[in-house]
């Protein structure tokens, strides 16, 4: 564990040797930039899958433009009605 993150855990090694990138008391969560949108769908319900926990996404924007990625994010989410909590940093 490198730190915490709202009393998670960060960068947890799972059984697989994979990381999840926090790992709190309810959520397995993938964190990554907007651009990685679509990869961190797939990241975070294989986090999911792996640990028992709800999978959560947190989608760090860096500029304006960037929200046109947290749109998508969540269009694929809502129209496939998976089971995944997004966050978003940044504008």
Known sequence: MKGSLNNG???VVLPD???CDCLTSTHAIEMDFGNKWA??????????IQTGKRAGVVLI???????KYWIRLNTIIDHYGLPIDTWKVGP
């Open 9 to 11: 855990q960060v960068e």
């Open 17 to 19: 040797k994979t990381r």
């Open 39 to 48: 990869e961190s769908i797939g990241q975070a319900l294989y986090y999911s």
């Open 61 to 67: 924007l860096e500029k304006k433009t960037d929200y």
